[in-house]
């Protein structure tokens, strides 16, 4: 039986690129390290106090878009980026095997006799 590894390398994420375009010009995530998301969090604290265009710089960490053109964007815009990137992030961590396998495994109640 082959052993499972997950090699990673601190060159290139195993993961693809979040894309986003605004006005139609497509920009790619900067890299997303655990040092870009301490000045991330810095800002959450920012915001707390009710300072939202701290949410723009938060957009400006993760994606290389100029401020000229985020300062345009509706903060409401600009959560919804900040939302979908979160997301992105979530959603592309690892399964283990046991997580693949449950995720495939006949929900009670479902026909499998197909």
Same mark, same amino acid.
């Given at each position: 039986?082959?052993?499972?590894?997950?090699?990673? @390398? !601190?060159?290139?994420?195993?993961?693809?690129?979040?894309?986003?375009?605004?006005?139609?010009?497509?920009?790619?995530?900067?890299? #997303? @390290?655990? %040092?870009?998301? %301490?000045?991330?969090?810095?800002? +959450?604290?920012?915001?707390? %106090?009710?300072?939202? @265009?701290?949410?723009?710089?938060?957009?400006? #960490?993760?994606?290389?878009?100029?401020? +000229?053109?985020?300062?345009? #964007? +509706?903060?409401? +815009?600009?959560?919804?980026?900040?939302?979908?990137?979160?997301?992105?992030?979530?959603?592309?961590?690892?399964? !283990? %095997?046991?997580?693949?396998?449950?995720?495939?495994?006949?929900?009670?109640?479902?026909?499998?006799?197909?």
């Amino acid at each position: 039986m082959k052993k499972e590894v997950l090699e990673l @390398s !601190t060159k290139k994420s195993i993961h693809p690129t979040i894309e986003i375009k605004v006005d139609g010009k497509t920009y790619y995530n900067n890299p #997303l @390290s655990h %040092e870009l998301f %301490e000045k991330i969090e810095n800002f +959450d604290i920012v915001v707390e %106090e009710g300072k939202l @265009s701290a949410l723009y710089k938060q957009v400006q #960490l993760i994606f290389p878009v100029p401020m +000229d053109v985020l300062n345009k #964007l +509706d903060v409401r +815009d600009i959560r919804s980026l900040l939302e979908y990137a979160n997301n992105r992030i979530l959603d592309m961590a690892p399964k !283990t %095997e046991k997580e693949k396998a449950e995720k495939n495994e006949p929900k009670p109640g479902a026909d499998v006799s197909a």
